[in-house]
């Protein structure tokens, strides 16, 4: 029988490769999908004695349909995700572009995998959202805009597979903030620092695993925020 395998999008990032090291920790196989490969990641796949592969993909172009990303994939890893991970997060380009790296892409991707695991019968997605995709910091707009279409719209398709016949789950994840790239340019741009953590995401892989409605921070503090900024 086939381990099971997940999809994980951003995993180079801070909280992509904390969360695929976690998923290789936890004996699934992983497939990492972005613009480079993470040859940490393949390392710690043979350590633990997982498969790993790595598929091309730049959010920032067309998504290919699903059997085209498939193709891509080598064997024996060539099939649909048991578990797809969206940790990929754009932080620079014009608003079009950040639309459609951080939202369209994104919806589109996500959308073509929850088909085929409704298929199958089952299925586990974790969508991981900023926080300011609720705030409207000042100077953060155009980055965070997407984020909240994105957190509306995950929101809204989890409600669907919940309603759905079958197994397939989709959690929504506000991880905390932790030192990166993105969190970098949020600093410069608002001007407003935050406490970071080391990411921690096994609690969050468990959550996905099970099937959570959500996973991380509240979106509860989300709002206290705005009272208190």
Do not use: C
């Not at 004996?27 to 613009?35: E, S």
């Not at 572009?97 to 997605?125: N, P, T, W």
């Amino acid at each position: 029988m086939a381990a099971t395998l997940a999809w994980v999008l951003g995993a180079t990032g801070a909280w992509g490769g904390a969360i695929a090291r976690a998923l290789l920790a936890s004996g699934l196989d992983v497939v990492a999908l972005g613009r480079r490969a993470e040859p940490e990641l393949a390392a710690e796949a043979a350590r633990s004695g997982r498969s790993h592969a790595f598929v091309r993909l730049d959010l920032a172009e067309p998504v290919p349909p699903l059997e085209t990303l498939l193709a891509d994939v080598p064997e024996p890893l060539r099939r649909a995700p048991d578990v797809l991970v969206d940790a990929a997060f754009a932080n620079e380009g014009s608003r079009e572009a950040l639309v459609r790296a951080d939202f369209l892409a994104k919806a589109e991707l996500i959308g073509s995998v929850a088909a085929a695991m409704r298929v199958r019968g089952s299925g586990r997605i974790g969508v991981l959202v900023g926080q300011n995709g609720r705030l409207g910091l000042a100077g953060l707009g155009d980055l965070s805009a997407p984020q909240g279409a994105l957190w509306a719209w995950a929101e809204a398709l989890a409600e669907e597979l919940r309603a759905a016949p079958g197994d397939v789950r989709l959690t929504v994840v506000i991880p905390p903030r932790t030192s990166s790239a993105t969190q970098r340019v949020m600093t410069e741009r608002s001007g407003r620092s935050a406490r970071l953590r080391p990411p921690d995401a096994a609690p969050i892989v468990r959550a996905m695993l099970a099937g959570r409605r959500r996973a991380g921070r509240r979106p509860a503090l989300a709002g206290l925020a705005l009272l208190f900024r």
